[in-house]
């Protein structure tokens, strides 16, 4: 029983880091209805930026210059300004010029911002594997360990505190907001929104500029837990079937869809595992988004396609 | 309208023919870099006026207003030649955002709601041009519930799924909430019932008058179009064939004929029609 509920919070707490990531693709297909292939990217050059300047890495050069590195809270500042300036350069450079463009076209343009962040992330900062210390406890609780003999990692808890403020926050933002509402009428309908004075312009940045944001929290707290390096970028992999199961217009659904893939993945693992060989892990959660995609494609929460007969 | 017309701007004259609110003036639109649309299209709207825009499919009405409220770029169109004036001021250059914010807002056709917000929060997107007045807007909130009861009774159910008649409503009423001098009104009749669109058209007349909002009408029915508006001009393959006073055009023969249905007795058959049409091109 008790090797139950340790899986169970496992999965759970595992599930949390996936909704992380998938919210990021979640703000920006709601507001602009494109699929973000860089979302992946923009967590890892996030947590790069923000390690680069922990530790005082001088850009370009890769050689770390302790003179230069800066205290936690002015670097994370200032990683959230880079991310901001990021969403200005690719509504710029981007999306302003892919205006009412197919859906797919878009998509394929983040597909090559992938590849471009991806690049720059290593020429700026380098390409070895970092260590993010952001002083973030590690290790099992001990309290849990020693009254209940539950092994819980610490910095999974810290991520699901922190998911938890996320959500809060983005819920109120997007509900009572001025312009969180402007973003869903965004979400809804380009032209009306145009056609009521909302600039899709702005909207595009500060969308992409939370979602840089949630990118960056996403990076510290995967970073945190296994290391700063190419294959952060991967996460984003994991957040599609999180995104199949929860719908991908629906913040509550990517938080919930992270929970299920995250606790399924686990619970699989461990009871049908020993039967077919185990590695059950690894493919578990795009087994679950395909028979979803099968049965109800717009996933638990998602937008039902309003048909009015 | 006639062009040579001096304009005196004189305070003693101006009671008698107010500048107009806004002014086309020979605006020519191309799509794509290669469709010519609009072929030279001139209209005025007088200050607190309602005048009709009216034409078959594809004349050019859609094309008109949009390239008045500065939504043809997003479309890939683009205003080539002519200008246009709103107060005063050449607005061809502004964002659709400035120019809500300048008074001039477009309800597009086929009402255009957000679905997926109520249809408070559709009224209150509406408000977006206006920032942080919160005590105006909701004020404003219970001034559209005014002229749209209905729309009170559905605020919060989401906008997908009310009526097309609520759905109307609710797209004028977002309008409204930018506290517009001129609305540029696509079709509001398009899918409606008649009772309905007597009762929309009857809402923007109390709107024009007791709002003192200007009103340009891109309507296919004409018939309804020229009882509301006071002026309406005609197009046809984007440019502007016919202009009058509502009352002259609607006892005109060639609009009875073509687009209020037969002109009294002898009815032509439809290949007369046709023929008569390709003969009788309109020549203004």
């Known amino acids: 029983m008790m090797f139950f509920l340790e899986a169970t919070i496992a999965g759970l707490l595992a599930g949390v880091m996936y909704s992380l990531v998938a919210l990021g693709f ?3 297909f709601k507001a602009s209805g494109v699929f973000n292939f860089a979302q992946g990217v923009m967590a890892l050059f996030a947590a790069l930026t923000l390690v680069g300047l922990l530790q005082g890495t001088v850009p370009f050069v890769h050689t770390n210059n302790p003179d230069w590195a800066l205290p936690a809270w002015l670097a994370i500042i200032i990683t959230i300004l880079v991310m901001i300036l990021l969403a200005v350069l690719i509504e710029r450079l981007i999306l302003r ?123 510290v707290m995967w970073g945190a837990k296994s290391g700063i390096q190419f294959s952060l970028s991967l996460i984003a992999l994991k957040a599609l079937p999180v995104l199949m199961l929860g719908g991908f217009t629906s913040i509550p659904g990517a938080i919930i869809g992270g ?43 998602g937008e039902k396609i309003i048909e009015r007969v | 309208m006639d062009q040579s017309v001096e304009k005196t701007e004189t305070s003693e004259v101006a009671a008698e023919t107010p500048p107009p609110i806004l002014s086309v003036n ?28 009216l034409g078959a499919n594809g004349a050019g009405k859609t094309t008109t207003l ?19 004036n709103f107060e005063g001021a050449e607005v061809h250059a502004l964002s659709p955002n400035d120019l809500v914010k300048r008074g001039c807002i477009q309800v597009m056709e086929g009402r255009h709601c957000f679905e997926h917000l109520t249809v408070e929060e559709n009224l209150l997107t509406g408000a977006y041009t206006r920032g942080s007045d919160r005590k105006g807007v909701r004020s404003d909130i219970e001034m559209v519930y005014g002229y749209f009861p209905r729309l009170k009774e559905r605020r919060t159910s989401l906008a997908g799924y009310i009526s097309g008649g609520e759905q109307q409503m609710c797209a004028i009423g977002r309008a409204l909430m930018s506290r517009p001098k001129m609305m540029l009104l696509d079709e509001p009749s398009m899918g409606l019932a008649p009772q309905l669109v007597e009762e929309i058209f009857e809402i923007t007349k109390r709107l024009n008058e007791e709002q ?43 609009v009875k004929e073509f687009y209020l249905g037969g002109s009294g007795g002898n009815r032509k058959s439809f290949r007369d029609v046709k023929h008569y049409k390709r003969r009788k091109r309109w020549l203004a």
Do not use: C
């Open chain 1, 97 to 219: 010029h892919l205006v009412n463009q197919e859906h797919i076209i878009l998509f394929m343009a983040t597909l090559g911002l992938a590849y471009v962040l991806e690049g720059a992330g290593d020429l700026i900062w380098g390409s070895d594997v970092k260590v993010l210390d952001l002083g973030l406890p590690q290790g099992a609780n001990d309290w849990l360990l020693d009254n209940y003999d539950l092994y819980v990692e610490k910095i999974e808890m810290v991520a699901a505190v922190t998911a938890v403020l996320l959500v809060t926050v983005l819920a109120i933002f997007f509900h009572k907001t001025r312009i969180g509402r402007a973003l869903r009428a965004v979400a809804d309908d380009h032209q009306a929104a145009l056609s009521v004075g909302i600039s899709l312009r702005t909207i595009w940045v500060i969308v992409w500029s939370v979602s840089g944001i949630v990118a960056l929290v996403a990076g």
């Open chain 2, 212 to 254: 003192g909002v200007s009103v340009l009408l891109a309507e296919q029915n004409v018939n309804m179009a020229l009882r509301y508006a006071q002026f309406g001009y005609i197009l046809e393959n984007g440019r502007v064939v016919l202009d009058g006073e509502a009352a002259t055009l609607r006892e005109n023969e060639d």
């Open chain 1, 259 to 301: 929970l299920i893939i995250g606790v399924g993945e686990k619970w699989a693992e461990i009871y049908a595992g020993p039967y077919i060989g185990g590695a059950i892990e690894n493919w578990f959660a795009y087994m679950l988004a395909l028979i979803f995609l099968l049965f109800r494609p717009q996933g638990l929460f």
């Open chain 1, 26 to 28: 979640v703000l920006i």
């Open chain 2, 66 to 84: 949009k390239a008045i409220s500065n939504l043809l770029n997003a479309e890939r169109g683009e205003v080539t030649k002519g200008s246009i």
């Open chain 2, 26 to 53: 020979n605006i020519e639109v191309i799509y794509n870099h290669v469709i010519l649309v609009l072929k030279g299209v001139s209209l005025d709207v007088p200050k607190g006026g309602i005048v009709a825009l």
